[in-house]
Structures are given as structure tokens and as C-alpha cells.
């Protein structure tokens, strides 16, 4: 358990300090939470003693509401510092991850791990926001309580002290083994949490095709299938837990008995005397309930420690490696090539999709590549914006090794129009004045003119300031396309890459979107992976890329 706090501690980077101060108020309201028990001893002594006055009753009283204003005072500030502390530790460690997700290479967004991302910034960071730090607090209390009452058992005899520590060892290693047991099924029970997403993801994502092709009931099948397994692992956590925590009940309910009797044995021995042993009956029942309240919580600990080992996998994922040893110079340099492949070998698992690939592109022309597919045109332009990193070769933008730049440098002067488009659910002015977001209306009106756009934003109810579907639903495809295009033409990056798309589109729009993207290309080193006969004839260059090997064709 100590080891779940440690972690959590220093998830909290910079508000460490924060929530050891909420521990350290917990503590002290446990403190005067306890300390009436303790005092209750005192008043038997006295009432046998018959030595109770008026003076007493009343320092008895006082002190009973001091501790109850303490318990009042300590509790809110420790719940103040523990919640504001949490939310702030949570809001930060989303943002981190929001930041770092941007940095991993594209391959791990396709390897699956959608239902991963969604659960571990849903399901898990959430979990672990509402329950750390009750747990953390609860910890304080329980510990604080738990020292103290052993303190207290070693006043009254040693001999109660000692048997007071070791039940007190007893439930902390029988609670141990109950978290250790349960801690796999918990995983599980995570891990069935994660692919019930990816499935609801795909079955939303995938709707139109599975209506289309009547696979409801057989795909439905699968999401049913996901609800039940999560059922299921819900059930066995349940059960494992069952047992464990039967056993740490009846180590307390045997150590009350065993302090109850050894109290006895000492009273008959003379050892401790009789306002010592009824107040050790009074005292016993209460003596091993910090411990226990702890490991009565095993589920939530172990379901806790899953997600913390999920969102460390997140966060230990490896990051294309930023360096910022060089900057792209603002001009190119006579005799240097804009773009560069040199001896670029890549391949996405085992076999090279890209063997030994060479080639250059001078500035403000542009090269095409050709060839059949599954041949590797649009891998060739992947790697030129690193959503994936080449191990064998370089490929360089104005002379530097794109490997050494920043991120942001050489996106800056990269521009991609991909096959398909995605625009966010905002205004159609906003979705463009993402690419430059210094941009003024006026110049934002501009590129959509340039793009082509006017036509269809002149029939939506608001212009520009309609908002679209995300993905650009509500939009066509071409027209959806037209506007990527002006976001383009917006940013104004000296490279364009260009994924041409096919007859996807109906003529008239097919016109549109040559004449959006003929405005885009102008003075600009352009890479085309070409599917029309056109754009090869515009070409400075065309090459051939066959097999994962390139030729000039
Ligand atoms: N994310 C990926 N993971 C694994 N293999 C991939 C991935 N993307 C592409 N490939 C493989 O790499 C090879 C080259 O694919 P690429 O998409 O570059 O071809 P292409 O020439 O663009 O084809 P098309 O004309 O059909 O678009 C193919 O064999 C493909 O199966
Ligand atoms: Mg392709």
C-alpha cells in the first residue's frame, strides 16, 4: 500500500507539497477523533476512585469540545487541500499525456491502441482522480490512528502492546496477500474495460458499412459478447475479494478476544488494575479498526494500481525523439535541394516496404510518383512529416536531417492534403484558421475564395461561422476537401504534400478541387503521389515507385 502512495506522490509532481499537507491535517483529525477513547479511561479512573468533582466534569467537557472542533477544523482542511489538490494533479497529467500523444509516432494510433488512449484518459485517469486521494487521506487517518492506539495499549501493559502489534502485523500481511491475489483480476477486469471500448468505438465508427452490408445482429454479437466479458471479470474481482476479506475480519474479531483475555490474566496476576482492564473491554473493540478499515479496501487499491500501471505505460511510451540541434533556415541555400531521400530504408514490421530509396526535389518544383499499389507512394511521403521514424538513410529539408529539427519547425513548413479529410466540429472559419491562428477574417475570407469554397458557404445559414459535423459530416466529401485545401493555403508552408484523390468525387467538384489546389501549388515544392494523367504531364519529375523501390520513370 505504501508503494501506491509513493506512486501517486509522485504522479502530483509539483503538488507533492500540497498533498502532504492534506495528509498531515488528516492525521491530526484522526488524532482528536481518538483521543476522547483514550480519555474515557481517565473518567473510569476517577469514577472508581470517587475522586469525580464539578472542576473535572467541566475540564472533561472542555477538552471533549476541543477535540470535536479540532476533528471539524482538521477534517475541512484536509478535504480542501486533498480535492483541490487531486483536481489540479489530474487536469495537469491530462495535459501532459494530451502533449505527449502529439509526439508519439503515428504508427501507435493504428496499432490498436485507440481503445487503450480512450480508456487510460477516461476510465482510468478517472477512477484513480476519485479514489486517490480519499485513499491517501484514509491512509493517514488509519495510520495515525493505528499508532496511537498501539501507543496507548503499551501504557496500559506492555504485554497488551506487544499482542497489540502483532494482530496489527497479522491483518497488514493477510491484507497484502488478499491485494496480491486480487491484483490480476483486476488487471483483467481492466483489460476487458479497454477492448469493450475499442469495440463500441468500432461498432459507432463502422456503423455505415455494417447498415449498408446488414452485419447488425453479427456485430452487435461482438459488442454483446464485450458487455458480458465485462460482467463476468466484474464478478470473479468479486468473488476473490470475498474470502480475503472474511479472514481479515476474523484476525480482528480473535485479537479483540485475545486483548480481552490477556487483559484478564493480567488483572488476575496483579499486573494492571481494575480500571485498566474494563477500560482495556471498552477500548479492544475499537483497537485494530484503522488497520482493518485499510484492507477492507483491497478492490479499490488493486483496481487502482492497474490503472496507475496503464497510465505509466502511456506514459513511458517512446516519443519520436525531438532534438533541436538544427532549425530548417528560413531560404534555402543555392544548390541545396528542398527536399532529400538518401539511401531510405524503411520498413513498418519485418520486410522493407522502402529499399534503398533516393531522390531529390528542387525548390518550387514538382515531383510525382507512380506505381502500383501497395507500392509505396504514400509511405514516401509519411516519413518526409515523421509520423514514422527511418532507421536506415536520411531524408533532408534544406540540408538538415529531419530527425534534428523540432517538430513544430519542420511542420511549419509542411503542408499535407490527404485522401481523406477531417475537420473538427467548429466553424468552417475556425477549422481553417488552424492553420495559421495569428490569420485575420479577411485573410481567412481570402483563402477560402482561393479554395473554391464560396459557392456551397454562400448557401449555409451562418457562412463561415457555420458549424460543421466532426469530420466534416454535414458537408460532401469535395466539399469538405475544398476546405482542407483553403486551411492549406492559409498556412502557406513552402511544401505541399499531396495524396491526389481518385474518383471519389463527382466531376464538377473534381474541377473545383483542381482549381483550389492549383492555386495552393503555386510557387511551392510540391511531392504528388499522381493518379491522373494530368498531374504527371505538370511534373518536373516523375518517378516510379515499385516494390518499395524507386526509379525515374
Ligand atoms: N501502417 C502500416 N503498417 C504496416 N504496413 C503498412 C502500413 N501502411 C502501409 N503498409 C504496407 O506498406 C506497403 C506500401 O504501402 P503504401 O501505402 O505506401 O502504398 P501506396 O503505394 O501508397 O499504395 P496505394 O496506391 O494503394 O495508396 C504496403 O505493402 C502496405 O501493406
Ligand atoms: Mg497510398
Given at each position: 500500500?505504501?508503494?501506491?502512495?509513493?506512486?501517486?506522490?509522485?504522479?502530483?509532481?509539483?503538488?507533492?507539497?500540497?498533498?502532504?499537507?492534506?495528509?498531515?491535517?488528516?492525521?491530526?483529525?484522526?488524532?482528536?477523533?481518538?483521543?476522547?477513547?483514550?480519555?474515557?479511561?481517565?473518567?473510569?479512573?476517577?469514577?472508581?476512585?470517587?475522586?469525580?468533582?464539578?472542576?473535572?466534569?467541566?475540564?472533561?467537557?472542555?477538552?471533549?469540545?476541543?477535540?470535536?472542533?479540532g476533528?471539524?477544523?482538521?477534517?475541512?482542511?484536509?478535504?480542501?487541500f486533498q480535492?483541490?489538490?487531486?483536481?489540479?494533479?489530474?487536469?495537469?497529467?491530462?495535459?501532459?499525456?494530451?502533449?505527449?500523444?502529439?509526439?508519439?509516432?503515428m504508427?501507435?494510433?493504428?496499432?490498436?491502441?485507440?481503445?487503450?488512449?480512450?480508456?487510460?484518459?477516461?476510465?482510468?485517469?478517472?477512477?484513480?482522480?476519485?479514489?486517490?486521494?480519499?485513499?491517501?487521506?484514509?491512509?493517514?487517518a488509519d495510520?495515525?490512528?493505528?499508532?496511537?492506539?498501539?501507543?496507548?495499549?503499551?501504557?496500559?501493559?506492555?504485554?497488551?502492546?506487544?499482542?497489540?502489534?502483532?494482530?496489527?502485523?497479522?491483518?497488514?500481511?493477510?491484507?497484502?496477500?488478499?491485494?496480491k491475489?486480487?491484483?490480476?483480476?483486476?488487471?483483467?477486469?481492466?483489460?476487458v474495460?479497454?477492448?469493450?471500448?475499442?469495440?463500441?468505438?468500432?461498432?459507432?465508427?463502422?456503423?455505415?458499412?455494417?447498415?449498408?452490408?446488414?452485419?447488425?445482429d453479427?456485430?452487435?454479437?461482438?459488442?454483446?459478447?464485450?458487455?458480458?466479458?465485462?460482467?463476468?471479470?466484474?464478478?470473479?474481482?468479486?468473488?476473490?475479494?470475498?474470502?480475503?476479506?472474511?479472514?481479515?475480519?476474523?484476525?480482528?474479531?480473535?485479537?479483540?478476544?485475545?486483548?480481552?483475555?490477556?487483559?484478564?490474566?493480567?488483572?488476575?496476576?496483579?499486573?494492571?488494575?481494575l480500571?485498566?482492564?474494563?477500560?482495556?473491554?471498552?477500548?479492544?473493540?475499537?483497537?485494530?479498526?484503522?488497520?482493518?478499515?485499510?484492507?477492507?479496501?483491497?478492490?479499490?487499491?488493486?483496481?487502482?494500481?492497474?490503472?496507475?500501471?496503464?497510465?505509466?505505460?502511456?506514459?513511458?511510451?517512446?516519443?519520436?525523439?525531438?532534438?533541436?540541434?538544427?532549425?530548417?533556415?528560413?531560404?534555402?541555400?543555392?544548390?541545396?535541394?528542398?527536399?532529400?531521400?538518401?539511401?531510405?530504408?524503411?520498413?513498418?514490421?519485418?520486410?522493407?516496404?522502402?529499399?534503398?530509396?533516393?531522390?531529390?526535389?528542387?525548390?518550387?518544383?514538382?515531383?510525382?510518383?507512380?506505381?502500383?499499389?501497395?507500392?509505396?507512394?504514400?509511405?514516401?511521403?509519411n516519413?518526409?512529416?515523421?509520423?514514422?521514424?527511418?532507421?536506415?538513410?536520411?531524408?533532408?529539408?534544406?540540408?538538415?536531417?529531419?530527425?534534428?529539427?523540432?517538430?513544430?519547425?519542420?511542420?511549419?513548413?509542411?503542408?499535407?492534403?490527404?485522401?481523406?479529410?477531417?475537420?473538427?466540429?467548429?466553424?468552417?472559419?475556425?477549422?481553417?484558421?488552424?492553420?495559421?491562428?495569428?490569420?485575420t477574417?479577411?485573410?481567412?475570407?481570402?483563402?477560402?475564395?482561393?479554395?473554391?469554397?464560396?459557392?456551397?458557404?454562400?448557401?449555409?445559414?451562418?457562412?463561415?461561422?457555420?458549424?460543421?459535423?466532426?469530420?466534416?459530416?454535414?458537408?460532401?466529401?469535395?466539399?469538405?476537401?475544398?476546405?482542407?485545401?483553403?486551411?492549406?493555403?492559409?498556412?502557406?508552408?513552402?511544401?505541399?504534400?499531396?495524396?491526389?484523390?481518385?474518383?471519389?468525387?463527382?466531376?464538377?467538384?473534381?474541377?473545383?478541387?483542381?482549381?483550389?489546389?492549383?492555386?495552393?501549388?503555386?510557387?511551392?515544392?510540391?511531392?504528388?503521389?499522381?493518379?491522373?494523367?494530368?498531374?504527371?504531364?505538370?511534373?518536373?519529375?516523375?518517378?516510379?515507385?515499385?516494390?518499395?523501390?524507386?526509379?525515374?520513370?
Amino acid at each position: 500500500m505504501l508503494k501506491q502512495i509513493r506512486r501517486i506522490i509522485k504522479l502530483a509532481d509539483k503538488y507533492k507539497g500540497k498533498i502532504r499537507i492534506a495528509y498531515l491535517f488528516s492525521f491530526l483529525n484522526s488524532f482528536f477523533t481518538y483521543f476522547p477513547y483514550m480519555m474515557s479511561l481517565f473518567v473510569i479512573k476517577e469514577l472508581f476512585q470517587k475522586t469525580m468533582n464539578y472542576r473535572k466534569v467541566w475540564m472533561i467537557g472542555g477538552i471533549l469540545i476541543l477535540c470535536l472542533l479540532g476533528q471539524i477544523l482538521f477534517r475541512y482542511l484536509a478535504d480542501r487541500f486533498q480535492s483541490t489538490a487531486g483536481y489540479e494533479v489530474f487536469a495537469a497529467l491530462r495535459i501532459r499525456l494530451g502533449d505527449r500523444l502529439k509526439k508519439l509516432p503515428m504508427g501507435f494510433f493504428s496499432d490498436g491502441n485507440i481503445g487503450k488512449i480512450s480508456t487510460v484518459l477516461s476510465n482510468d485517469m478517472q477512477y484513480v482522480e476519485s479514489n486517490c486521494m480519499n485513499m491517501i487521506a484514509d491512509f493517514a487517518a488509519d495510520a495515525g490512528s493505528q499508532a496511537l492506539t498501539l501507543i496507548f495499549m503499551i501504557f496500559l501493559h506492555p504485554y497488551l502492546g506487544a499482542l497489540t502489534l502483532f494482530i496489527t502485523l497479522l491483518i497488514i500481511v493477510a491484507g497484502n496477500i488478499c491485494m496480491k491475489n486480487e491484483q490480476k483480476e483486476a488487471d483483467n477486469m481492466q483489460q476487458v474495460n479497454e477492448e469493450l471500448s475499442e469495440h463500441v468505438l468500432e461498432y459507432i465508427e463502422g456503423m455505415s458499412v455494417i447498415k449498408s452490408y446488414n452485419m447488425l445482429d453479427s456485430e452487435s454479437n461482438q459488442l454483446d459478447k464485450a458487455f458480458i466479458d465485462t460482467k463476468d471479470k466484474c464478478i470473479d474481482l468479486e468473488k476473490k475479494v470475498t474470502p480475503g476479506l472474511r479472514i481479515i475480519e476474523s484476525i480482528n474479531i480473535i485479537g479483540i478476544a485475545a486483548l480481552v483475555v490477556l487483559g484478564l490474566f493480567l488483572y488476575k496476576g496483579g499486573e494492571i488494575d481494575l480500571f485498566k482492564t474494563l477500560g482495556i473491554s471498552v477500548f479492544s473493540f475499537g483497537v485494530f479498526r484503522p488497520v482493518r478499515n485499510l484492507y477492507l479496501q483491497v478492490t479499490r487499491i488493486a483496481v487502482m494500481n492497474s490503472s496507475l500501471n496503464r497510465m505509466e505505460e502511456l506514459f513511458n511510451l517512446e516519443l519520436l525523439n525531438e532534438a533541436d540541434s538544427e532549425k530548417i533556415p528560413e531560404k534555402c541555400p543555392d544548390g541545396v535541394p528542398e527536399i532529400e531521400y538518401r539511401n531510405v530504408t524503411f520498413s513498418y514490421e519485418e520486410e522493407a516496404v522502402l529499399k534503398n530509396v533516393s531522390f531529390k526535389i528542387p525548390q518550387k518544383t514538382m515531383a510525382a510518383l507512380i506505381g502500383p499499389s501497395g507500392g509505396g507512394k504514400s509511405t514516401i511521403a509519411n516519413l518526409l512529416t515523421r509520423f514514422w521514424d527511418i532507421k536506415e538513410g536520411s531524408i533532408l529539408i534544406r540540408g538538415c536531417d529531419i530527425r534534428n529539427v523540432p517538430l513544430n519547425n519542420l511542420m511549419d513548413k509542411i503542408s499535407v492534403v490527404f485522401q481523406r479529410v477531417y475537420l473538427f466540429k467548429d466553424t468552417i472559419y475556425n477549422n481553417v484558421r488552424m492553420g495559421k491562428p495569428s490569420a485575420t477574417r479577411e485573410e481567412v475570407l481570402e483563402c477560402l475564395k482561393k479554395a473554391r469554397c464560396m459557392d456551397f458557404i454562400e448557401k449555409l445559414p451562418f457562412g463561415i461561422d457555420t458549424v460543421i459535423g466532426e469530420g466534416g459530416a454535414s458537408l460532401s466529401g469535395g466539399e469538405a476537401q475544398r476546405i482542407s485545401i483553403a486551411r492549406c493555403i492559409l498556412k502557406d508552408s513552402p511544401i505541399i504534400i499531396l495524396d491526389e484523390a481518385t474518383a471519389s468525387v463527382d466531376a464538377d467538384n473534381e474541377a473545383y478541387i483542381q482549381q483550389a489546389i492549383d492555386e495552393l501549388c503555386k510557387g511551392k515544392t510540391l511531392l504528388v503521389i499522381a493518379h491522373r494523367l494530368n498531374t504527371i504531364k505538370n511534373a518536373d519529375t516523375v518517378y516510379k515507385v515499385e516494390d518499395g523501390i524507386i526509379s525515374l520513370s
